[in-house]
Structures are given as structure tokens and as C-alpha cells.
């Protein structure tokens, strides 16, 4: 009798260990999907943070990113992170930034005064290489007009045309370029739909940037 009690009192608990599981385990599976979506956008950090890094390294060595397989190399740094030249779930814009002063501008028109970017920070080379579609850069985006096949835009264009001031940049760059200086900026854009989570976590992405 003895031993049928006790049968029966260890099926009972172990009937409310299940009962007492589930309703545990409601609340801790979301946590779980949670830090394990989070720590793995840490990684994709660190890898967009290289592909900035190692891009914009090459950019200010005027590496031709305007070519097939130099643009490959990019691809390649970004390996595993889905991203084609054209396409893909990344983004790579390399910008090349000048203070337009007096040096600039007086030899394009007759003087300051007649320059309508003068002493603004300005995009003379714009490079994008990936899916076009994802992200902007921060820091101004140039009408694709002015822009050449190689990614220059000419003086005539950067000393006037609006679409390519860079005004974001004077906050970030302290103290300012001086005139006629250069600032070469890699920006790295990632969508990141496989750390979705319905309901908590959507349309997840990781952004990096280098400035040399």
C-alpha cells in the first residue's frame, strides 16, 4: 500500500514539474532567442566594422574601386555577410571629402563670393558598391548626374552643385578639414533578416563607418 501511495504521489509531481516547465519556459524561450539574436548582431558588428575598416584603408590608397575586380575584393572582405557587387544584403559607399576654400574655388569662378559651396565640406568621389537600394550615406547623397564612371565629380559640379555638399560631415570631423584637404569615409550597411524576431526584433540591421 505503501509503495502504490508513493508511485502515485511521484506521478502527481512529476505531472506538475511539466506544468511548472511550460509556463517557465513561455517566458524564457523569447529570452533565450533574444540574447542569442543580439550577441550574433555583435558579430555581424565587428565584421561590417572590418569591411569599413579594410575598405576605407584601400580607398585612401586610391585603390580604383570603379573596376570589376577591385570592387570583387570588397565582396570578398564582406564574405558571409551576403553581399554582391550589385546586390545582396549589402551595402559599401566610399566618399571622398573636401573643404572647398579659396584655393578651390577662385580658379572655377571669378572668386569667393561666385562659388557657391565655398568653405562647406564637399563629395568629390562617390563609390557604392552592393545593393544600391538598402541605405543612403550620411553624409549627403550627389545626384547621380554629376557623378563620372571612375566615381569623380568634377570641379565645376562640387564647387556648385547643392546635391554634393557633405554638411553632416562638419559635426563629425573636429577639428574641420582646412582647405583643399581631404577626408576619405567608408560606410558598411547590413540587413540582417536572419536575427529577425517576429514581434520583437524586425528589420534588424548592423552600420560601420571608417574615416581616414
Known amino acids: 500500500m505503501l509503495d502504490s501511495n508513493h508511485r502515485s504521489r511521484r506521478a502527481r509531481q512529476g505531472g506538475n514539474s511539466i506544468i511548472e516547465f511550460s509556463l517557465v519556459i513561455v517566458f524564457l524561450l ?3 532567442f533574444g540574447v542569442f539574436s543580439v550577441g550574433m548582431s555583435l558579430t555581424k558588428s565587428v565584421q561590417a566594422a572590418v569591411v569599413a575598416r579594410d575598405s576605407g584603408s584601400m580607398f585612401m590608397r586610391y585603390v580604383d574601386f570603379s573596376t570589376t575586380q ?9 564574405s558571409g555577410l551576403g553581399m554582391t557587387d550589385n546586390g545582396g544584403n549589402g551595402t559599401v ?16 569662378f571669378a572668386d569667393t563670393a561666385s562659388c557657391p559651396n565655398f568653405n562647406r565640406h564637399v563629395i568629390i568621389k562617390r563609390i557604392v558598391i552592393g545593393n544600391t537600394t538598402l541605405t543612403t ?3 549627403g547623397t550627389p545626384a547621380v ?3 563620372g564612371t571612375d ?13 554634393a555638399r557633405a554638411d ?5 570631423m573636429n577639428p574641420d578639414l582646412g582647405d583643399g584637404e581631404f577626408a576619405f569615409v567608408a560606410e558598411a550597411y547590413f540587413i540582417t533578416p536572419e536575427l529577425d524576431m517576429p514581434g520583437n526584433r524586425v528589420n534588424t540591421s548592423v552600420y560601420q ?4
Open 30 to 32: 523569447p529570452i533565450l
Open 70 to 78: 577591385n570592387r570583387a575584393l570588397i565582396v570578398r572582405i564582406a
Open 93 to 108: 559607399i566610399l566618399t571622398q571629402i573636401m573643404r572647398a576654400g579659396a584655393g578651390q574655388c577662385v580658379p572655377t
Open 137 to 139: 550615406s550620411a553624409f
Open 145 to 147: 548626374g554629376i557623378i
Open 151 to 163: 566615381g569623380n565629380i568634377t570641379a565645376t559640379n562640387y564647387l556648385s552643385n547643392s546635391t
Open 168 to 172: 553632416a560631415f562638419d559635426p563629425v
Open 209 to 212: 563607418r571608417s574615416i581616414f
